[in-house]
């Protein structure tokens, strides 16, 4: 019997990349949010994984080794080109990029025996480490992504009054649940396409389990 592949789902939000994965494989998911609201809807949607509310970024460092597929997706806000585009300029506050995206990048390529993916924005920098564009999105791992990982194109961003619900239509799910302190519109855009996220974890799953590795005890 093939064993369960252990899956790291960090700052997990509401599990946009994680809604298919069960479609591919057998999995055991541990998800880590910091926001406790998110961590709450998050169990409500996925009562079988278990939900960590913690800090991401040290989970991460602390339990690395636990786990067979590791996806990261850290705050993007800091990188988003948004920031310095020329409406509004005067809008945010300046500030340093969050460079923990970089260290999990690092830390994972030198560190982790397993198959990785750390997801975030195309950046208003160029970006400090080569990544692999997909869409609206870079992706760091340490495996080739097909050309289409066929991300929809998505509906709704910038839509004024109506873009929640025309994300919630989307991404199959009622953001509107979300009685938290983050902005919901911010929330519904940060979801990575589900349909993205079964195409990745496909791909990483068939290097995985076709390749002489340390860990295809997994799938023998």
């Known amino acids: 019997m093939k064993e369960k592949i252990k899956v790291l ?3 997990a939000c ?8 069960d479609e591919v494989a057998d999995i055991e998911v541990t998800a880590v949010e910091w926001d406790e609201e998110l961590a709450r809807l998050y169990e409500e949607r996925f009562p079988n994984d278990n939900v960590i509310i913690a800090d991401a970024h040290q989970y991460l460092l602390d339990h690395y080794k636990e786990f067979d597929f590791i996806w990261s997706s850290p705050p993007c806000p800091s990188h988003s080109r948004i920031r310095i585009s020329q409406k509004n300029r005067d809008t945010f506050i300046p500030i340093y990029p969050d460079l923990k995206l970089y260290e999990e990048i690092i830390f994972l390529e030198n560190y982790y025996q397993g198959k990785y993916v750390v997801e975030n924005v ?7 480490i080569i990544s692999q564009k997909r869409g609206r999105h870079l992706y760091w791992c340490n495996f080739v992504l097909p050309t289409d990982i ?3 194109e998505t509906i709704g961003i910038g839509c004024s009054l109506n873009e929640v619900d025309k994300l919630s239509e989307f991404h199959d799910y009622d953001f509107k649940k979300y009685k938290g302190n983050q902005a919901t519109n911010k929330i519904a855009r940060n979801l990575v396409d589900y349909e993205a996220g079964k195409t990745i974890f496909e791909t990483a ?3 995985v389990s076709s390749k002489k590795t340390n860990q295809t005890k997994l799938f023998q």
């Open 14 to 21: 509401l599990g946009g990349n994680r809604l298919k994965w």
């Open 9 to 11: 789902n960090l700052y």
């Open 205 to 207: 799953f068939n290097i």
């Open 122 to 128: 195309i950046p208003y920098y160029d970006p400090l």
């Open 150 to 152: 066929n991300e929809r």
